[in-house]
């Protein structure tokens, strides 16, 4: 498969405790070129937004942003870039003050990888009037190898008893974007993804955060990070 150059602009992106230690042996960084992990390396991956058909070649198959057939990076598209650490719980943001999904297609993948490419299949998160803020991606590997990256939904369990929440499709709780501090309303509509791993790394070692992911999920996961309470928080503030 043909990598592109990235071209996208590159968004600021913010990953918490998720810090790359000097134990970190991956020294692949881009996340268009294949890699072996073992716990606690940096691992690399990229999360495209464009309209969910551009994702997509003639309608049908859906390739990697990194294929070149996809022409992403002369279409309107965007990129974040992050590289959390292998196998620990970690709370990735995408500030959406200046950012707003919903002029790039409204739609995300999260992807790694080149001839071993692996991609999650497209994501809603914005139109014209709702907003998707949350989100769980499960990076699933094995033998140190991506093998498949899927966003995990609650069934609109996080928007009981919020009647700021609107459920879609039975599976995303979402804002309207008029809510939104960038649309003059009071609710920072940053996006939130939870990072989660599943799997064996290349020396057949067992993932575990995943596990401990759905042990939590009766909570959320935004309350452990207390420096971004009034920021992505405060809009899940039932939930402390």
């Not at 999920?217 to 928080?233: C, F, I, K």
Request: proline share 2%.
């Amino acid at each position: 498969m043909a990598v592109m150059t990235l071209q996208f602009l590159l968004l600021t992106f913010t990953t918490l405790l998720a810090t790359v230690y000097g134990d970190d042996k991956n020294h692949v960084y881009s996340p268009c070129s294949d890699t072996t992990i073992q716990r606690h390396d940096g691992f690399t991956f990229g999360i495209a937004f464009a309209s969910r058909t551009n994702f997509f070649l003639n309608n049908s198959i859906e390739l990697s942003p990194c294929d070149r057939r996809l022409s992403l990076s002369s279409s309107n598209s965007q990129l974040s870039v992050f590289r959390p650490k292998v196998d620990e719980i970690s709370l990735l943001t995408i500030n959406t003050s200046s950012f707003q999904p919903d002029s790039y297609g409204g739609y995300m993948v999260a992807f790694a990888g080149s001839k071993y490419a692996a991609r999650s299949p497209p994501a809603f998160v914005a139109n014209s009037t709702y907003i998707v803020t949350s989100f769980t991606l499960v990076l699933e590997f094995k033998k140190g190898r991506l093998n498949n990256l899927y966003w995990k939904r609650d069934g609109c369990a996080s928007c009981k008893g919020q009647s700021n929440l609107v459920c879609l499709n039975n599976q995303d709780c979402a804002f309207k974007t008029s809510s939104c501090k960038n649309q003059g309303g009071s609710v920072d509509c940053s996006l939130g993804i939870q990072l989660a791993f599943s799997g064996t790394d290349k020396h057949y070692s067992v993932l575990n955060s995943w596990y401990e992911v759905e042990n939590l999920r009766q909570y959320s996961l935004y309350g452990l990070y207390s420096n971004l309470r009034n920021s992505l928080t405060s809009q899940y503030s039932k939930l402390f």
